[in-house]
């Protein structure tokens, strides 16, 4: 296993606290020769050669490089101290301090076993150097004593390090699990969201089929009854019999959206059959889908003759639903269809003589379901749908106030290349 951030931290503050150790006792040395016990060479020879030691592990460390693995480096400083406590006194010697430091970091990185045993060894080292390394006047007893001691001391060290490395390790488990578990919690809740949204988006799709169906059937339905009961005749029975199959291929090209709703899992705009529509017929199937009679009629194409590459189905679907909403609000006023070509983009403009809208109302009249007016309480997709039309088109439509009273819809659409 490759070491972690914070293992290579853990290391590095190790390599610190060996450098600072060392040198601490060589300053000791030089304020109080008297440390030594005796003779002062051999002590010093120790002393720099654990100083070069621990500058070379502190430079191989601070390089990325180890020279030693952990465990090794701390037995070769447990022995290092053991050799430093037998010529500065033994029993008494101030060096009996930096064991503990051992022992803590044998703990920390074998496991509490580990740690027991080295302090085993380092009370066991130390006893032999108290024994050995003490000065005359010290009794034998209080070598053995001093000894002990420490052995007791350094194994109750090591003890208590292992309960807590292991509580450590404890806590350790316990967060993983609840992370585990939070991230599994959350991970359920995405999935059933992502459930939610595909029901609803089925749901959505069926309720736009039936919104948009709704207009050429029933004038499907009602110019077919005029033609079977003869009420009609002459130019009347053309129209009549024109109307019929423009209504075909409307509802044929919905049809053909309604086969992509099944393919996108829902979406009720379906996939983009671009092709070239003359403006004058579009803007003229627009009036007659939406029902809108001749006298109350307002077409404009701009440039006279102009003929665009665009996705009829869906633009057709979008300009009856905004010109059946200014037919049904505006009384007996006329409803004007301005259609505009230039510069690779489609301007069209519905504008009526209704009420218009209750100010603060432009962005909360296309979401789902929201219905204003006398249609307050009806399923209030028109709109919506609309503005799920436009977004699949990359196009821009905004709802203002007209001069004199009324509505302005403009909707801007970029045109697919030819």
């Known amino acids: 296993m490759e070491p972690t951030l914070e293992h290579a931290r853990e290391d590095r503050s190790a390599v610190v606290i060996r450098v600072v150790a060392v040198a601490a006792v060589g300053l000791a040395l030089v304020l109080g ?28 460390d601070f390089r990325g490089r180890q020279l030693l693995p952990p465990r090794v480096a701390t037995a070769i400083d447990g022995v290092l101290v053991v050799v430093a406590c037998g010529l500065t006194g033994g029993a008494e010697s101030i060096m009996v301090a930096l064991l503990p430091l051992v022992v803590i970091a044998a703990s920390v990185r074998g496991g509490a076993v580990v740690g027991r045993l080295a302090a085993v060894v380092a009370g066991a080292g130390f006893t032999v150097g108290a024994v050995l ?45 609840a992370r585990a578990e939070h991230e599994a919690f959350l991970e359920e809740r995405d999935l059933r969201a992502r459930l939610l949204a ?48 423009e209504h075909a291929v409307h509802l044929r ?21 671009a092709r070239v529509v003359p403006l004058s017929e579009l803007a003229d199937a627009v009036l007659d889908a939406a029902g809108v009679a001749a006298a109350r009629r307002r077409p404009s194409v701009v440039p006279d003759g102009a003929a665009v590459r665009c996705d009829p189905q869906r633009l057709r679907r979008v300009l009856t639903n905004l010109v059946e909403n200014a037919a049904r609000h505006s009384g007996d006023a006329p409803v004007e269809l301005d259609l505009r070509h230039a510069d690779g983009r489609l301007v069209a403009e519905i504008r009526d003589r209704g009420p218009g809208l ?41 709802l203002v106030p007209r001069d004199g009273g009324g509505l302005v819809a403009h909707l801007d659409l970029p045109l697919p290349a030819p």
């Open 198 to 245: 595909a029901q609803q988006a089925r749901l959505d799709g069926v309720r736009v089929v039936l919104h948009e169906f709704r207009t050429p059937v029933a004038s499907l339905t009602a110019l077919s009854t005029d033609l079977a009961a003869g009420r009609l005749s002459g130019a009347s029975r053309e129209t009549a019999t024109r109307l019929l199959a």
């Open 133 to 177: 390394g003490s000065d005359a006047d010290v009794p034998l007893a209080d070598r053995w004593l001093a000894g002990a001691w420490w052995t007791g001391f350094l194994v109750a060290a090591s003890v208590l390090v292992g309960v807590l490395v292991q509580a450590l390790e404890r806590q350790l488990e316990a967060a993983a699990l």
């Open 358 to 398: 209750p100010p603060g109302q432009e962005g909360v009249v296309t979401a789902k379901g929201v219905a204003l007016g006398e249609r307050r309480g009806t399923a209030g997709l028109g709109l919506w749908i609309v503005e799920a039309l436009v977004a699949s088109m990359d196009g821009e439509l905004s």
């Open 253 to 273: 090209d919905m049809l053909d959206g309604l086969a992509d709703v099944a393919v996108a899992q829902g979406s009720p705009v379906g996939r983009v059959r």
């Open 33 to 60: 020769p008297q440390l030594a016990r005796g003779p002062v060479g051999p002590l010093a020879a120790l002393v720099a050669a654990a100083f070069g030691y621990a500058v070379v592990l502190a430079v191989a």
